[in-house]
C-alpha cells in the first residue's frame, strides 16, 4: 500500500532532505523510524530535496508499506494510519513533526505529481535572538520598493540558469516563476513568497541574493533584466543563506488522496 506522508521539519540539524554518505538527512531519520514501525526496510521518497540547514513547514513524501496480508511478512506495530503517525511523531525529534499518513494509489508520486511548490524566505536586518537560524540576518536597510520593480522580471516561464549552481545535473533549465511577493513584517522582517512548478539546484537562495543586492543599491533593475538574460550563474549575487528558507506548499491534483484505511490484527481494511 503506498501512502503519502505530509510533515514539517526544521533543517538546522541536518545535512538536508536526501540521504548522504555521512552527515544526517532528515530523510535517513524518518526512514529509520518507519522502519522500526513497519518491521522492514521502507524508504520514503520526497517531494523535492532542500539543502543543508533549509526547513519545510510542509513536505510530502510517500512510502509503499508492507503487504500485510503476505502470511510472511513481518505485522505492523500500528492498527491504523492515524496512530502510526502518532507512533512515528513519538519515535522522531522534536525537529521533525507527522501532520497525516494518507492513502493514495500505487502510482502516486510525491515528487512527480506535484503541479506546484511554494517557498517562503525570511529575512530581518535586527539582531534578535529569537530568529537565530529560522531567519538570515542582513546589514544595512533594504530598498523594497526597488526589490519589486526587479522582483516581477521574475514572473514569467523561461530560462533560469542564471540562477543554477554551477555544475548541476539537469536536462531542462525551463521553470515557470508564477508568483514572487515581497512583504515587510514590522520594521525590521521581510518574507519573500515564490510559487513555481519547478526550481532548479540553489535557485530560490540564488533569487534572494540578487534581490537583496538591488534593495542595498548594489544592483539596478537594469543589471538584474541582464544578470536573467545572461544564463550565467557568475552574473547574479551570492546565494542567501540557509537558514531562512522554508518550503511552504506543495500542491497536488484532488484525485492524488484517497480515503485512509484500518489496519487490524495484519489486514488492511478499506
Known amino acids: 500500500m503506498r501512502v ?10 541536518y545535512h538536508g532532505w536526501q540521504r548522504q554518505p555521512v552527515s544526517i538527512t532528515v530523510q535517513q531519520v524518518l526512514e529509520a523510524a518507519l522502519t522500526k514501525m513497519c518491521g522492514s526496510t521502507c524508504p520514503v521518497v520526497g517531494c523535492g530535496r532542500t539543502d543543508a540547514e533549509v526547513h519545510a513547514s510542509y513536505f510530502v513524501a510517500h512510502a509503499d ?6 502470511e510472511d511478512s513481518p505485522k505492523p506495530r500500528f492498527e491504523s494510519l492515524n496512530q502510526l503517525a502518532f507512533k512515528l511523531n513519538g519515535m522522531l525529534d522534536s525537529d521533525v513533526a507527522i501532520y ?21 524566505y525570511l529575512i530581518h536586518n535586527q539582531k534578535d535572538p529569537f530568529l537565530v537560524g529560522r531567519s538570515a540576518r542582513i546589514y544595512g536597510d533594504l ?7 526587479s522582483a516581477r522580471h521574475l514572473i514569467f516561464r523561461g530560462d533560469f540558469a542564471a540562477f543554477c549552481k554551477t555544475g548541476s545535473d539537469v536536462k531542462t533549465t525551463i521553470c515557470d516563476v508564477r508568483k514572487l511577493e515581497i512583504i ?7 518574507r519573500f513568497e515564490i510559487s513555481a512548478d519547478r526550481y532548479l ?16 543599491g548594489k544592483m539596478t533593475e537594469q543589471e538584474f533584466i541582464a544578470v536573467i538574460a545572461s544564463c550565467n550563474r557568475s552574473e547574479a549575487g551570492r546565494s542567501a543563506p540557509g537558514c531562512g528558507l522554508y ?15 484500518l489496519i487490524t490484527n495484519g489486514i488492511i481494511a478499506k
Open 4 to 13: 503519502f506522508i505530509e510533515l514539517a521539519y526544521d533543517g538546522t540539524n
Open 184 to 190: 515587510k513584517d514590522g520594521e525590521s522582517r521581510f
Open 247 to 261: 518550503l511552504s506548499r506543495v500542491d497536488y491534483p484532488k484525485d492524488v488522496f484517497c480515503s485512509k484505511v
Open 100 to 120: 497525516s499518513i494518507t492513502e493514495v494509489g500505487d502510482k502516486a508520486h510525491a515528487r512527480f505529481d506535484a503541479q506546484e511548490r511554494s517557498y517562503t
Open 201 to 216: 539546484r540553489n535557485m530560490v537562495r540564488a533569487i534572494i541574493g540578487t534581490l537583496i543586492e538591488v534593495g542595498k
Open 143 to 149: 530598498d523594497v520598493e526597488a526589490m519589486l520593480n
Open 65 to 70: 508499506l508492507p503487504d500485510y496480508e503476505d
